[in-house]
């Protein structure tokens, strides 16, 4: 069952995605050549908890940090370090959730490390492109493959890769509720959207052909064939006439 939240917590979503969302803002400044995923990990959580709010993936599962820092192959899931230093040409995915009393804001953001090259410009520009494109079909009424389909669709002709091991979600009390939400899908297809639902909605994309593999971290997914990946990610609440995105400030 996909739940409907009421405004009251809607209004709690939108304290911890603005929480989030600032996180992201303020990371655009730190990231250059030279900074360790360590360093972006310190800066997001000072803010959450001067804030007010939790960090969500410290200790879920065992994970152990703030973020999730996910470098060039790495698609998600990575770990930050002290010892990894962003060098000219990575890309860099933040992945970030936190809470306000209880409810759970998560989007994420593939920043450019320096200079990259043009192909991965595209990849970012794509997978970015993917997620509005995705969320501009939210609305009351629609099935939630109108909005896969959206997604899968805008990349599909730019022949990358679409991670399907991993989906967007609903998003409440719990940093994953139902339903799972696929980066492809087919239109007319799946539960039917109404107002109040939340969604996570979270593009996840490859140069190469996407295959994935978890590393001995037990956490950072990384492409199969090493090559770069992109995420991007909002937090999306279902309007009668539309929808409103959490994660922004
Ligand atoms: N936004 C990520 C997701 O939806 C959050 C993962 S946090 C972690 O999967 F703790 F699982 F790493
Ligand atoms: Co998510």
Not at 12 to 35: F, M, N, Q
Not at 227 to 248: N, P, Q, W
Request: hydrophobic letters at 35%; proline letters at 4%.
């Amino acid at each position: 069952m996909i739940e409907i939240k009421s405004e009251r917590e809607i209004g709690l979503l939108k304290e911890a995605s603005r929480i989030v969302a600032l996180c992201l803002e303020t990371l655009k400044d730190h990231i250059k050549p030279g900074v360790s995923t360590m360093e972006l990990n310190d800066i997001c959580e000072r803010i959450i908890l001067e804030n007010g709010c939790v960090p969500s993936c410290k200790g879920y599962e065992g994970f152990p940090a703030t973020i999730c820092a996910s470098v060039n192959e790495v698609v998600v899931h990575g770990i930050p370090s002290k010892k990894q230093i962003l060098k000219n040409g990575d890309v860099i995915s933040v992945d970030l959730v936190c809470s306000y009393k209880g409810y759970h804001g998560d989007s994420a953001y593939t920043y450019k490390v320096g200079n990259v090259s043009p192909d991965v410009e595209k990849l970012l520009e794509v997978t970015e492109g993917a997620l509005y494109e995705g969320i501009s079909k939210i609305k009351d009424g629609v099935h939630l493959g109108d909005i896969e389909s959206a997604i899968g669709d805008f990349i599909k002709p730019h022949g990358y890769g679409i991670i399907d091991s991993f989906t967007g979600h609903g998003i409440g009390r719990g940093m994953h509720e139902e339903p799972n939400i696929f980066n492809f899908g087919t239109k007319g297809e799946g539960p039917i959207l109404r107002e109040g639902m939340v969604l996570a909605i979270e593009p996840m994309v490859a140069l190469g052909t996407g295959k994935v593999r978890i590393l001995k971290d037990g956490w950072s997914a990384v492409t199969k064939d090493g090559k770069k990946s992109a995420h991007f990610e909002h937090t999306v609440v279902v309007r009668k006439d539309g929808y409103e995105i959490l994660t922004k400030l």
